[in-house]
């Protein structure tokens, strides 16, 4: 099947032709950084508006570049959650647009399932189950993908998401949004044994994380203006790195799941890669991470989500609701919000 995907759940508005077979017929991906950039963060109105310019443009595009009309696609997939709640809506009604116009079904696409299923795009080795990492902007999550629509969370962060540390701490460092990239390259050229951080929940009973402290103590270094920045960036990402292979650790003994993977921005670092990649070894797990321009987002991991859906029977109805917060684990999510 050959699946047109939309992705406009934050500050990215992308189009992609994706096939069943893992082909990727066209994408494009267009960002919003210098519009954002003097805010320092993404302000949802301008993100939104944003999308209403540049997403229909991206879908002619796209459609001309593989040769065809939308009434040659088998199905729109369109991300309908979760995320900033105006440029969600902007894409799903572009998406509900175009299914209603060509007579395809719709396959209202959970941004997060389009993380959780990106390495199996690039990995046709990949199959169920396996354990999930899934570090991006809004989330850090611990999570067993048993199948499509299947998911079981094992952790999760009690506070910030493990995107948002790099970019709270690059903020700190006076680097541009998005800070991880920037926090990264910085990083390269420091030591990252220079600056005692914290290392929050290492050690804990349960595979959860937690950044906000690390945050702060990297606000402490930082007011103390003693140290370099390369090495502030250099040990804020070294104990990034810690938590995330000390709690993956846990959960891997807490899942007989024959690979560990890794997805979501905060994937595409480097250190991150490799240390988890070690971790797998170590474990004597088989390990995926899909190549950096599938971490961060896109919509080629939509349209492929869409086509793991629309194989599976799964479209949805022209009134699939638009969603800010909408958790792979309802169940998982429901027990933290009652408090444990
Ligand atoms: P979510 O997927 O949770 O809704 P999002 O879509 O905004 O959030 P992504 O696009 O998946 O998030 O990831 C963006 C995040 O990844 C940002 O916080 C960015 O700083 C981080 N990131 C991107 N590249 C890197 C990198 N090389 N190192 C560390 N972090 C990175
Ligand atoms: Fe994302």
Redesign the pocket.
């Known amino acids: 099947a050959l699946i047109l995907g939309l992705e406009s ?4 508005s992308a189009v992609a032709l994706v096939t069943s077979d893992r082909r990727i017929v066209a994408q494009r991906v267009v960002g919003q950084n210098s519009a954002h950039a003097p805010f320092g963060g ?1 302000v949802p109105e301008i993100a939104a508006r944003a999308h209403v310019d540049v997403l229909p443009g991206l879908v002619a595009e796209v459609l001309e570049e593989a040769g065809i009309t939308v009434g040659e696609v088998d199905a729109i997939a369109a991300t309908a959650g ?2 900033l709640i105006g440029g969600v809506m902007v894409g799903l009604l572009t998406g509900k647009g175009l299914a209603l116009a060509s007579g395809k079904p719709l396959l209202a696409i959970n ?2 399932e ?2 959780a299923l990106s390495p199996r795009l690039v990995d046709p080795a990949l199959g169920f189950p396996y354990l999930l990492l ?6 850090c999550q611990l999570l067993e993908v048993r199948g499509v629509g299947d998911y079981r969370r094992l952790g999760t962060t009690i506070d910030d ?7 709270k701490a ?1 903020k700190l460092l006076g680097l541009p ?9 910085l990083a390269a050229g420091g030591d990252p044994k220079a600056v005692p951080l914290p290392r929050p929940l290492i050690g804990s009973a349960e595979p959860h994380f937690s950044f906000a402290g690390l945050k702060s103590a990297v606000q402490r270094a930082v007011a103390a203006g003693i140290h370099r920045p390369e090495d502030v960036a250099a040990s804020f ?1 070294q104990a ?1 790195v810690d938590c995330m292979v000390d709690r993956t650790r846990l959960a891997l003994r807490m899942s007989d799941a024959p690979a560990l993977v890794v997805a ?9 890669r490799s240390a988890l990649a070690s971790l797998a070894e170590g474990e004597g797990r088989a390990f995926s991470v899909p190549p ?1 321009w599938l ?3 896109n919509a080629a991991m939509i349209a492929w989500a869409g086509a793991e859906r629309f194989s599976s029977g799964l479209v949805d109805g022209l009134d699939a609701p638009a969603r800010a917060r909408w958790p792979l684990d309802p169940l998982a999510e429901a027990v933290r919000g009652a408090g444990v």
Do not use: K, R, W
């Open positions: 759940s934050c500050d990215d993404v979760p995320g941004h997060l389009g993380h899934l570090a991006s902007g809004g989330h998401a493990a995107g948002e540390a790099f970019d690059a949004y998005p800070g991880g990239p920037a926090m990264e390259e990402q990034v979501g921005g905060v994937a595409a670092n480097g250190a991150i950096g971490c961060t987002d």
